[in-house]
Structure formats: structure tokens, C-alpha cells
């Protein structure tokens, strides 16, 4: 992944180089953390509003902010008259993603698994894997992208577009997949999620290169003030990684074999969403810096979103909630092994203008 990383900024040699031994070491001291100073993760969870950990928010929104500083603003009304990249994510998204979820994860807890998971338990996982399903990424997409070299004012349209469809239809497929009734979205948490990771970062982009572009000039922006950022991304996905796992220590040393359970569904459905958003984009002759977001927008999940409802519906203590922390667990490993698939198989797409 190195050379991939590498193009998008000369600092990253080193970080780029080891980049699958540096998350392994960050799940590794989180996790230590977690055990050893117990004291951390507690403190830091007193930092938490409508299940948004304040301080994971501040490290996502470094992540994006670079990002947010290359979209030219100009370019978003250009990407709005593009619609097959936005048909690939909201199909794969809304009409495949959570059946193929409820179909994989039902097979897994309630066929493969039976012996080692007791039946209603098996339900419960599920259920929080169903929750998983039906919520694509809001924040960390724009990581993904910027990773992979994604057009970041088109990211962003595909993001505003599943937020807005996110509030009409996650609560009726919830709903219909787990026979429940009462699914109750937590929209405190939908919408400081959208103002923390989208709208924040959007504008202080916006401003940020409006500001520079004024008094320095753009060729400075580009070359110089840009550049400030080239380690930023990777850094705060690191420290992003020690922060979660540390709050998940207890969960995994408690539930080993459960947890490894749970993840394989998990990575299977995270795997078959990539391929064919990524498939479909292939033959649709989309751009590859459209292609690649368009599939890790509906790899990866909203788990804030996820977790919220797991507890609201199931309960804290619950195998809905553990299946939905589990998600969260797997995501950064898995998206960061589905960018090196896409940043080594951009040749695919360069026939594509």
C-alpha cells in the first residue's frame, strides 16, 4: 500500500510503508490500555453525546478536514449531473446491502454456528448485524476516499444523498428484516453525526481555502499549505484505532470466541458489498476516483448510528449491541485491506476518461 499512500503526499514513506504493522501495534495498546489503565477509556467515555465519542469525533474530523480542503466547491454542482456513481451507491446501499446482510449473518449464527451460539442469542446477533446492514458510512468514508485518491466533491454528494435517504428508510428495513415494530431512530445521534463529520469540516474547508487561496495565491495553497496535512490522515486513523479499542478492551478479552464468531459474517458481507459496487462501477466505465468511494460507502457502516439503536431496542448488555461493537471492531482493518485491493487495481479503470 505504500506507493498508494505515498502519491497522495511525499511524509507518508514511512507511515505508508508499515501501514498494516502500525494498526496491528494500535489494536494491539489499545487494548493493553484498556486492561492495563482502565481509567482511560473511562474518562474519555464521560466525553460522549448521543453515543458520538467526542473525542473519536475530533480525531474523524482531523481526518476529513484535508480532504474537505481540495474539494472545489465548483466542481459539486458538476458531480450532481453524474448520476451513475450515485445509482451504484444507493442501490448497493438500500435495494442489496441489508438483505445480503440478513441472508449471510442468518446463515452464519443460525446454520455454521448453531453449536457454539445458543439460539436466542443467535437472534440478538442478527439483529445487530441487520443494524450494521442498514447503515452505510457517514464519516469515515471521506478517509477512505481521500486514501484512494477519491474525488472528494463527488464523496461528498454520495454522502449527502444516503444521509438523506438514511432518514426515511433505516427505520422501515430495520424494521421489516427484524419484525419489530418500535425502531425508533436516534435522530440526536444521525444529526450530530452529520454536523460533526460533514458539515463542520465542509465549512471549515471551505473557508480555510477561500481564505489562503485569497491571501497567498493558489499555487501556495497546493504546494505548500496542503502539504502541512500529508500525515494527518494516517496519524489520527491510528490514534482513532487506540481510542476504540481501548473502550472495547474488556469486550474482547471477555468474549474471544464469540467476537471472532461474529466478524466472520461481518467480513464476508463487507468483502461481497466492495465487489459489487466495485464490479458494477467496472462496467459501468465509471472513473476510478469515483469508483472507489462509491464502493466503501456501503463496505463500511455508520456504527454510531448502529450502536445507538442496538442499545435503545435490545439493551446495553445485549448479543445486538455486541454484534454492532464488533462491527466497529473490524471496520478500520477491513476498509484499510479494501483500499490497498482498490489503490492496486486503479489500472482497471484507467481506460476510463
Known sequence: MSNEVNKQGGGLDFFGRYLT????????????????VPSFP?????????????PVAILIWLMIYPMMLKIDFSSIIEATKKPKGLTVTCVTNWLIKPFTMYLIAGFFFKVVFKAFIPSDLAT????????????PCTAMVFVWSHLTDGDPAYTLVQVAVNDIILLFAFAPIVAFLLGVSDVIVPYDTLFLSVVLFVVIPLAGGYFSRKYIIKNKGIDYFENVFLKKFDNITIIGLLLTLVIIFSFQGEVIMNNPLHIGLIAVP???QTFLIFIIAYGWSK??????????PAS????????????AVAISLFGLQSGAALATVVGVLVEVP?????????NSTSYWFKEVK
Open 21 to 36: 504493522i502500525w494498526v496491528a501495534l494500535c489494536i494491539v495498546v489499545g487494548v493493553a490500555i484498556g486492561q492495563l
Open 42 to 54: 473511562e474518562t474519555l467515555s464521560k466525553f460522549e453525546y448521543a453515543q458520538v465519542s467526542i
Open 124 to 135: 440478538d446477533y442478527l439483529a445487530g448485524a441487520v443494524l450494521l446492514g442498514a447503515a
Open 266 to 268: 461481518l467480513i464476508i
Open 283 to 292: 462496467v459501468w466505465k465509471l472513473p476510478y476516483n469515483v469508483a472507489a
Open 296 to 307: 466503501m460507502i456501503g463496505a463500511s457502516n455508520f456504527f454510531e448510528l448502529a450502536v
Open 334 to 342: 477491513l476498509m484499510l485491506t479494501l483500499v490497498k485491493i482498490a
